[in-house]
T-cell receptor, first 111, second 113 residues
Framework: GENVGLHLPTLSVQEGDNSIINCAYS??????FIWYKQESGKGPQFIID?????DKRQGQRVTVLLNKTVKHLSLQIAATQPGDSAVYFC??????????FGKGNQVVVIP | DAGVIQSPRHEVTEMGQEVTLRCKPI?????LFWYRQTMMRGLELLIY????????DSGMPEDRFSAKMPNASFSTLKIQPSEPRDSAVYFC???????????FGSGTRLTVV
């Protein structure tokens, strides 16, 4: 995939366990955040979003937590499955509907 | 909806040649973004359009890069002349104003030899 060879932070997790992926963002004025998942050979795919007036949002098997005090975002994946193996990016909205992406975190699910 | 459609999926070209990448955004989306993804820099915003008008092209690396959006359903990113360091995956994404989530295409993997 596009990120093969890049020394991304890698999380190896046993199938069925929970995963937590962390992200630090840079702009305290950012008002909207998104987590994307990118599988090898594909474009980033929207997973879940959160606005800055919230600190937690839940989706199906995923939860995003936002700590504005320390500018930290996390993605929790419950009961990780082999199909969750991918690179995960956090993104922050700034300016006029522009998104800035983090470097990404590789998740490897061990069957 | 077929999603954001990019073509070609893969492009291999010789240094100095012109390369044109194409994108069809999702119908009804009025914002379009071109990103470049490399191992070293990750995802970089090159340029984005609102209602077919370029709003910010500060991410375009050099004058060799240009982008157009002649209508709401089509955009091109052109590199002329291409160089080996342009090798990357180029993504197009679109969104609807007021809805901040982007939808990405599958990307064009460009290799300049």
């Amino acid at each position: 995939g596009e990120n093969v060879g890049l020394h991304l932070p890698t999380l190896s997790v046993q199938e069925g366990d929970n995963s937590i992926i962390n992200c630090a963002y840079s702009n305290s004025a950012s008002d909207y955040f998104i987590w994307y998942k990118q599988e090898s050979g594909k474009g980033p795919q929207f997973i879940i979003d959160i606005r800055s007036n919230m600190d937690k949002r839940q989706g199906q098997r995923v939860t995003v937590l936002l700590n504005k005090t320390v500018k930290h975002l996390s993605l929790q994946i419950a009961a990780t499955q082999p199909g969750d193996s991918a690179v995960y990016f956090c993104a922050e909205r700034y300016g006029n509907n522009r998104l800035a992406f983090g470097k990404g975190n590789q998740v490897v699910v061990i069957p | 909806d077929a999603g954001v459609i990019q073509s070609p999926r893969h492009e291999v070209t010789e240094m100095g040649q012109e390369v044109t990448l194409r994108c069809k955004p999702i119908s009804g989306h009025n914002s379009l973004f071109w990103y470049r993804q490399t191992m070293m820099r990750g995802l970089e915003l090159l340029i984005y359009f609102n209602n077919n008008v370029p709003i910010d092209d500060s991410g375009m690396p050099e004058d060799r890069f240009s982008a157009k959006m002649p209508n709401a359903s089509f955009s091109t990113l052109k590199i002329q002349p291409s160089e080996p360091r342009d090798s990357a995956v180029y993504f197009c994404a679109s969104s609807q104003q007021g809805n901040y989530g982007y939808t990405f295409g599958s990307g064009t993997r460009l290799t300049v030899v």
